[in-house]
């Protein structure tokens, strides 16, 4: 896995690491004491921070920007792979030692980490609640505490939809190429099935349609008015119509043998983008720059077109303080400047993670946004139109755990070791251990 992976994965969490977030969780509502108390540091007094994170956030050029006017603070940096940074705050939030100063938290988890408000700093009384005007409104829901009365995450970025295409596979497929005449091959996901299907007849060379039936599930899950979770929080799977859909769809596209069988976030799926393996992939604003790292030899060859079935999110995170945090007054002005509208426009031009404050979607330096690896597309604009589209899903306290039981249920079909209704009852039956 490379540093820039981020935003998207949702790993397995390990059995002992299930046991410590039970009961980390088992303390949510209370007003926990243990961790470290508020040290502000005195003037000209040297204060470190670390900051914990799942990749390269792009935060590196801000950090020096930072202590041009803070010289008195020092930035430790520690990056691990997704699964590692979530899992062990699991851990140090359990036994309330380890953690960073910072920790950056996936949607995929944040509604486990926001039921233990006890565990974090609530960010009021430092004065970030100020910031509620610059979010979008179920952004800012997201990094508050279960019960709302706490802002415990500032989010950084969403994961706006579209669909990124090789021009050249769908040229030598005989398709169209160009990105509005493709955005028209695929209004619903039944269409875009359909020109996969077209792409796998015309039997290009060393290419599948899709990397893999995963992500496209999580897309169109993702669409719906509803998820995973009713929002009393429980898990509706099994009688959630739209879940039950997107996984027959999924299905379909291994069924016709438009896969390449490459698993997220593996190696050969990294490897696959620089061989050309797929022609098409699931394209939040974030995915833009780790193409653009994968397939250092492929630009112009890439471009973005709208996604089937309208937008949806798919990632993005938050900027917590976990209660340990010796020094929560520096590190919540640390997050107010990582989190601002203006740094937040400069990570998206640099690493393409799309901003959360929609001030800034109409604003010209992000509408003409463009980047010349995707054939000079419009990245600004399609994003921005991507973001404004989206309307917010529950998320509930076990999202990322329910995501990994179905991604590993549509991985069998895909590795022919069990039927779609096969692995489709497993997955009802793995679902119901999920507590």
């Not at 112009?300 to 798919?314: L, Y």
């Not at 010349?372 to 597309?377: C, L, M, Q, S, T």
């Not at 994003?383 to 991985?411: F, N």
Request: net charge neutral.
């Amino acid at each position: 896995m490379t540093p820039r992976i981020r935003r998207l994965a949702v790993p397995l969490l390990t059995a002992s690491v299930l046991v410590l977030a039970s009961a980390a969780c088992g303390g949510g509502g209370g007003n926990d004491t243990a961790g470290a108390a508020d040290t502000a540091a005195k003037p000209g007094e040297k204060v470190k921070l670390t900051i914990g994170l799942f990749g390269d956030f792009g935060f590196k050029p801000l950090y020096e920007e930072y202590k041009k006017t803070h010289p008195n603070v020092e930035i430790v940096e520690n990056v691990t792979q997704f699964n590692d940074h979530h899992n062990n705050l699991v851990k140090r939030l359990a036994t309330n030692a380890g953690a960073g100063d910072i920790e950056a938290v996936e949607v995929g988890y944040i509604s486990t980490f926001t039921a233990q408000p006890a565990k974090f700093q609530d960010l009021k009384q430092y004065g970030l609640d100020k910031r509620q005007g610059d979010y979008l409104d179920w952004k800012w829901q997201q990094g508050l505490s279960k019960q709302g009365g706490q802002v415990l995450g500032l989010g950084t970025d969403v994961g706006g939809l579209a669909m990124c295409y090789r021009k050249d596979l769908f040229e030598k497929a005989g398709l169209p190429a160009d990105r509005t005449e493709v955005a028209a091959l695929w209004p619903t996901w039944e269409q875009y099935i359909e020109t996969g299907k077209k792409f796998a007849a015309a039997d290009v060379a060393g290419a599948k349609f899709v990397d893999s039936p995963g992500e496209i599930f999580r897309a169109m899950v993702n669409q719906a008015p509803t998820g995973l979770y009713d929002a009393q929080d429980q898990i509706i799977v099994g009688s959630n119509p739209d879940v039950k859909k997107a996984w027959d769809l999924s299905n379909q596209l291994t069924a016709e043998k438009l896969t390449a069988k490459l698993a997220a976030f593996s190696p050969p799926w990294n490897t696959g983008f620089a061989k050309g393996s797929f022609a098409t992939i699931i394209c939040p604003a974030w995915m833009t720059g780790f193409i653009q790292e994968q397939a250092k030899d492929a630009s112009g060859k890439w471009d973005i077109a709208t996604v089937p079935g309208g937008s949806g999110n798919s990632g993005g995170s938050h900027l917590m303080i976990p209660k340990q945090s010796k020094h929560p007054k520096e590190a919540a002005e640390l997050i107010d400047f990582l989190t601002s509208k203006e740094n937040q426009a400069k990570v998206f031009k640099e690493e393409g993670t799309f901003p959360s404050i929609p001030s800034l979607y109409d604003d010209p330096s992000i509408q003409n946004f463009t980047k010349p690896f995707f054939g000079d597309a419009p990245i600004g604009k399609i994003y921005s139109e991507a973001a404004k589209a989206l309307k917010p899903q529950h998320l509930g306290p076990k999202e990322a755990e329910v995501r990994v039981v179905i991604g590993d249920g549509l991985g069998r079909v895909e590795q022919g070791k069990q039927t779609p209704d096969q692995a489709w009852a497993q997955v009802l039956e793995d679902v119901k251990k999920i507590k």
